[in-house]
């Protein structure tokens, strides 16, 4: 059984739902939703997580920390 995670990204408050192997870190998760992974920060209940960390939470918000445009 794999791993599922939702992804709110800010800003928009888009809600994208990853599902993925038990072993699959953040920077994964972002990669295969084309997300650059070195562009936002990870946060779960306000504490940031690392891009390399192994998947256990099951909402994060993801902040863009660039520009778009």
Known sequence: MGLKCRFCLIPG??????TGREESTYEEALLSLGI??????????????????????????????????
């Open 13 to 18: 408050h888009e809600i994208v739902e990853y």
């Open 36 to 69: 650059n992974p070195d562009t936002v920060l990870i946060l779960h209940r306000g504490k940031s997580l690392p891009q390399d960390s192994v998947i256990e939470e099951d909402e994060v918000e993801i902040i863009s920390t660039c520009s778009r445009g």
